[in-house]
């Protein structure tokens, strides 16, 4: 909670400098009358000088959202359980997409950075290699990056060994492409058992499942995806979605970000949905209110 209140206080300072800047105001340029000459050429607008304590302080900023990021995910760490969503006291919901990097996501990400929105990404280790310059885009509009598996399977009957390495590899994967290392573990179907936790919990990765299935990968179309989040969206959600679906980028635009803002609710990461509004309670609180 500290690093958040530094995180808040930074950005107020950071939105005061940028009201105090000149031209920073919103009042109007005063009017001047000048004679007019065959010769009048039009002034050339100079471009906006740095301002190195503002530099300064949003790298400040990014610094302190990181810190508080990475205490709420080793809290979870600890916690040894998986998440299933936030809580109920902030105006927060995660976006997750699952499958990737595929043909889809450049568009799932256009769509983000347009409205500068963040969501987490969990990614196919086998996938990355060939589409590296996808994570890095991923990494750098700020979504969050995680680990699904090398290759889409259950895990649940595999050895210790191999589930480990399924997670390894992929983590392996993303650490080469983006350079940051993933923290965040879904296994493929959501399926896991006591084997499956100790090794992520070994690895030191959190485990996030979902508190709503947008119900993408049983063939819906992109009206019913989007009216099945919609109709069960609360604050606190982790939705699942996958980014190797038309439908699902479609819903995305036309209905779930539109609905998401007429609601007031905002979409973050899940490490900054675990940072701003951790959850509180048991788990089957995150289904309090599914109508699925």
Same mark, same amino acid.
């Given at each position: ?14 939105? /005061? ?5 000149? =031209?920073?105001? *919103?009042?109007?340029?005063? +009017?001047?009358? %000048?004679? @007019?000459?065959? &010769? ?98 991923? /990494? ?5 990056? =995680?680990?699904? *598996?090398?290759?889409?399977? +259950?895990?649940? %009957?595999? @050895?210790?060994? &191999? ?130």
């Amino acid at each position: 909670m500290a690093a958040l209140a530094v995180v808040l206080a930074l950005a107020v300072l950071l939105g /005061l400098g940028l009201f105090l800047l000149p =031209g920073g105001d *919103a009042s109007p340029p005063a +009017s001047t009358h %000048r004679a @007019k000459t065959s &010769k009048s050429k039009k002034a050339e607008p100079k471009p906006a000088a740095a301002v190195p304590w503002l530099s300064a302080l949003a790298g400040a900023i990014n610094q302190a959202t990181h810190l508080g990021e990475t205490a709420a995910l080793d809290r979870f760490t600890a916690r040894s359980k998986p998440v299933y969503c936030g809580g109920l006291s902030g105006h927060y919901v995660a976006l997750t997409f699952d499958d990737g990097p595929g043909a889809y996501t450049p568009r799932t990400l256009a769509i983000l950075h347009k409205s500068h929105l963040r969501a987490t990404f969990f990614l196919i280790g086998s996938n990355v290699p060939s589409r590296p310059s996808l994570a890095r885009i991923e /990494l750098k509009d700020y979504a969050s990056l =995680g680990v699904h *598996a090398w290759v889409h399977k +259950s895990l649940v %009957r595999l @050895k210790q060994a &191999k589930i480990r390495n399924q997670i390894v590899w992929t983590r392996n994967a993303i650490a080469t492409a983006t350079g940051a290392q993933a923290r965040l573990f879904r296994p493929p179907y959501g399926a896991r058992n006591a084997r499956v936790d100790r090794v992520a919990r070994r690895l030191g990765m959190v485990e996030v499942l979902w508190s709503i299935d947008s119900g993408d990968s049983l063939g819906k179309n992109w009206r019913q995806v989007g009216r099945e989040v919609l109709r069960n969206v609360q604050p606190g959600s982790i939705v699942l979605m996958h980014d190797n679906r038309g439908q699902t980028i479609r819903a995305l635009h036309r209905l779930i970000l539109p609905g998401l803002a007429k609601r007031g609710l905002i979409p973050v990461t899940v490490p900054e949905l675990l940072m701003l509004d951790p959850p509180v309670g048991p788990s089957s609180r995150c289904w309090a209110n599914w109508r699925g």
